[in-house]
């Protein structure tokens, strides 16, 4: 190789190091789905750009995460029965531990939730995950089993979707659940006040703090980290009825504010001082915005703007440059102003949707049931980048992970990663 060559390539391999980043728990690094990296595949099929496929035994729909060389995900064997921790190779995406950290005994789900939906969380050192009873279990990162808590039990009419969050050494969790007493309504129709968000110490399992909501109702979305002009780090959580905050280190309840509807799924998002909420059912869904910083009972006083059109009932939102960008469960796709709501394009694009989307390089990844990724600029002008498909039949509702320049995806049967 010549002396330029050999500079050139030299370069393009000190830029991929600087530009690799790990993608430790549900939509990255901040919770948000966006990735730093630049060198992420725009375009792949079943065969191009491949860079490998894994057959994933059992059922799940928890996510994929990434840490250094290693893909971890969760699944259950046995009919819901076994539930697993797999670490893969992150080049080769060989299975290079399978481990079994408890039997759970399966309980009531929806048909399109699974016995280990909650997506796992990492710090390098261990691997958290939990399942559909809510018992929580830990490995490290040779699979071998560090704690196991089983004093979280759970029961919801539509089963436990939730991820995991871990952050300054705990491992949080919201538990919105539903009643499994004779009136089956309550705490999914009806509200009621045994919801709560925990949080364990993530080197011992132990739990460090667990804080009632208030009245509410069922949902699924995963918190996200706020530091709020005081310098304390929040916890911004939804669940049916209402939006909070609570204390991440105390887990004191700091504000609630009114979101009416239950059966929330999407997660929070955060931009600009604002949190950007979804989804629900009740005739009072829609999607809304509300004024970050406030203190106790707000009601509605710090609600900035609410739109009706467009709303993603499943996928959550994603915000960028100024702008909020969603995808309905049928495939129409709104980029809104984020200060004003203000609806700066629709367009269809087609399909139907349940991943989150993530971002990396100025582009959008919407991933529909289907297996088929369409790519989109994240700009004031709607443009199509690239639309991928995979094989037919290959069902998706996991959120995709982007980590050291892999689009890694988890289908029904398969984990998928592609490389430029």
Known sequence: MNPLKLAMTMLGLAACVADAENWPQFRGPDGQGHSKETSVP??????EHLAWKTEIPGEAWSSPIVFGNRVYVTTTTDNGESCRILGLDRKTGRIVWNTEVFRQVPRRKETRNSYATPTPATDGKRVYACFGDGSFA???VDGKPVWINRDQPFYSQHGLGTALLLQDGLLIM????SSE??????????????????ALDSKTGKERWRTGRGRSRISHGTPVLWIDPKGR???VTEAGDVLQGFDLKAGTLLWTSDVPGEGKVPSVVIGDGLAFCSGGWGGKEGIKAFRLGGEGALKQSNLVWEQKRGEPKVPSLIHLDGHVYGMTDTGVATCYEAAT?????????GGNFSASPVSAGGRIYFVGDNGQTTVLDASKTFRVVARNALVEGEEVQASPAISQGLFVLRTR????AFKK
């Open 42 to 47: 725009t375009t792949w099929s079943a065969t």
């Open 138 to 140: 830990a490995v490290d």
């Open 174 to 177: 919201s538990r919105d659940a």
């Open 181 to 198: 007493g004779p009136d089956k309504k309550v705490g999914w129709q009806i509200p009621w006040e045994k919801s709560y968000v925990v």
């Open 233 to 235: 780090r929040q916890l």
């Open 341 to 349: 709501g203000t609806i700066v394009w629709q367009e269809r694009v």
């Open 413 to 416: 049967r398969n984990l998928w």
